[in-house]
């Protein structure tokens, strides 16, 4: 069911919610004297790929950051798989933008998926033929299998990303949050990535991409949360990603023609 901003107050039975692989309920958080999110609430779907869409500035990342505790909210709980954060981390996987990343770490590919195995390694860091295997099979699946010897910084921006899909999918996660994984990458690495994303949904996964393409949206996801700064829609793609709630979330700054142009592709 669509849920519009109006119904934002209306909170889900605690069983459903308790479904959820993420829910947040009256999340704000501000950076200085403007909210950035302002008491927003979202219930991700399981086993499904959910797009977080909005504006420039709109609150995308700093809701799946704050979602995670890598920045501190005024306000709201975060729930996994209906407990609390700190006990469900380790069913999460996340991949940050790519520009927040350090690229002249003098590191290699393969030391790079590696640390997605750092629960298994433990704190000694002992890695066995099995750990090697593993991350190799993981750079396998995003088409760099090639590159594992390679300093991470020789790499392109299309293969950094894939590279860093690897770590995630060497973690083994229910819950996948991405930060526009797309971002600045080319055709066939889009094409790679999207394949891995929708191969861990029809694994069972859950996936979670803040995404900036509104053109892919009805191709690569199933649900939609759009948001700036308020929560202004959630739901079915077919429901909530609409004429009426992309000009509620992005107003004038998305024209009209694009407004439409979606709008007839989804019927």
Same mark, same amino acid.
């Given at each position: 069911?669509?849920?519009?901003?109006?119904?934002?107050?209306?909170?889900?039975?605690? #069983?459903?919610? =308790? *479904? %959820?692989? &993420?829910?947040?309920?009256? @999340?704000?958080?501000?950076?200085?004297?403007?909210?950035? $999110?302002?008491?927003?609430?979202?219930?991700?779907?399981?086993?499904?790929?959910?797009?977080?869409?909005?504006? #420039?500035?709109? =609150? *995308? %990342?700093? &809701?799946?950051?704050?979602? @995670?505790?890598?920045?501190?909210?005024?306000?709201?709980? $975060?729930?996994?798989?209906?407990?609390?954060?700190?006990?469900?981390?380790?069913?999460?996987?996340?991949?940050?933008?790519?520009?927040?990343?350090?690229?002249?770490?003098?590191?290699?590919?393969?030391?790079?998926?590696?640390?997605?195995?750092?629960?298994?390694?433990?704190?000694?860091?002992?890695?066995?033929?099995?750990?090697?295997?593993?991350?190799?099979?993981?750079?396998?699946?995003?088409?760099?299998?090639?590159?594992?010897?390679?300093?991470?910084?020789?790499?392109?921006?299309?293969?950094?990303?894939?590279?860093?899909?690897?770590?995630?999918?060497?973690?083994?996660?229910?819950?996948?949050?991405?930060?526009?994984?797309?971002?600045?990458?080319?055709?066939?690495?889009?094409?790679?990535?999207?394949?891995?994303?929708?191969?861990?949904?029809?694994?069972?996964?859950?996936?979670?991409?803040?995404?900036?393409?509104?053109?892919?949206?009805?191709?690569?996801?199933?649900?939609?949360?759009?948001?700036?700064?308020?929560?202004?829609?959630?739901?079915?793609?077919?429901?909530?990603?609409?004429?009426?709630?992309?000009?509620?979330?992005?107003?004038?700054?998305?024209?009209?023609?694009?407004?439409?142009?979606?709008?007839?592709?989804?019927?």
């Amino acid at each position: 069911m669509l849920e519009l901003a109006a119904h934002q107050g209306i909170p889900l039975p605690e #069983n459903d919610i =308790g *479904k %959820s692989p &993420l829910a947040i309920r009256g @999340l704000t958080v501000s950076y200085g004297q403007k909210p950035a $999110v302002f008491s927003v609430d979202m219930t991700v779907q399981p086993g499904a790929m959910t797009a977080i869409i909005g504006p #420039n500035g709109a =609150g *995308k %990342s700093t &809701l799946l950051k704050a979602a @995670l505790g890598i920045v501190s909210p005024l306000s709201g709980q $975060v729930t996994v798989f209906g407990d609390r954060l700190d006990r469900q981390r380790s069913r999460i996987a996340y991949v940050p933008q790519r520009a927040s990343v350090d690229w002249d770490f003098p590191t290699r590919v393969i030391d790079v998926v590696l640390m997605g195995l750092s629960r298994e390694l433990g704190l000694l860091g002992r890695v066995r033929a099995r750990h090697k295997a593993q991350a190799m099979d993981c750079l396998h699946r995003v088409g760099m299998r090639d590159f594992a010897d390679r300093q991470i910084g020789q790499l392109s921006g299309g293969q950094q990303q894939r590279v860093f899909l690897a770590r995630a999918l060497a973690q083994a996660a229910d819950l996948y949050l991405l930060d526009e994984p797309f971002a600045g990458v080319d055709a066939a690495t889009e094409k790679a990535i999207i394949s891995v994303l929708k191969s861990l949904k029809e694994a069972g996964k859950t996936v979670v991409a803040v995404h900036h393409d509104l053109a892919t949206v009805t191709d690569y996801f199933d649900h939609v949360f759009l948001i700036n700064t308020r929560k202004v829609a959630e739901g079915p793609v077919a429901e909530a990603f609409t004429a009426k709630t992309l000009q509620s979330a992005y107003g004038g700054r998305l024209a009209t023609a694009q407004i439409d142009q979606i709008s007839r592709a989804l019927g």
